[in-house]
């Protein structure tokens, strides 16, 4: 789908969202189906170069979320979602602190998961403390970078992120 561009990625957006508008199943249409629908927002986020595309995809795949949230049992995959979402929308250079509650979240709830497997759970870790470690880079408060950095090091090591945070003065 990526090779036919961005328009796909609407267009499913849009005919997912009209599933759930029909109203055909009332309010029991599945929770699941609004999790699709997020990831189907979240695609118009990583795809489409027009601002104000990615903000009505930003508004409404919060809102999936969310809902989601409200309805289904803790599952760091939702919460993850919700991280993902905002993350696309802001953006690699703008990290934001809402970005940051939401993967902190997500650790919280996957290190609560029972039978998570141990590579699952360090991949979580690894993508959401990266993420905040680096917020706290961008903020200038090293010592909060370098606390969530090494738990994010600890998931997945490497020398080229040793290097990284020994050198943050």
Do not use: H
Request: proline share 3%; with cysteine.
């Amino acid at each position: 789908a990526a090779d036919r561009g961005p328009e796909i990625y609407l267009k499913a957006a849009e005919a997912y969202q009209k599933f759930i508008d029909a109203g055909e199943y009332g309010e029991s249409y599945k929770v699941s189906d609004l999790f699709t629908l997020s990831a189907r927002y979240l695609n118009v986020i990583a795809t489409n170069q027009d601002p104000a595309v990615k903000e009505n995809a930003y508004n409404k795949g919060l809102e999936a979320i969310n809902m989601v949230l409200e309805k289904a049992d803790p599952n760091y995959t939702i919460m993850q979602r919700k991280a993902r979402i905002i993350r696309g929308f802001t953006g690699e250079e703008n990290k934001t602190k809402e970005c940051c509650d939401a993967y902190i979240a997500t650790v919280d709830i996957a290190k609560a998961q029972e039978g998570l497997a141990e590579a699952k759970l360090n991949a979580v870790v690894n993508e959401a403390y990266t993420y905040v470690g680096l917020y706290y880079v961008q903020e200038k408060d090293v010592d909060t970078a370098k606390k969530y950095l090494e738990q994010a090091y600890t998931a997945n090591p490497s020398p080229e992120f040793r290097s990284y945070i020994d050198g943050l003065k």
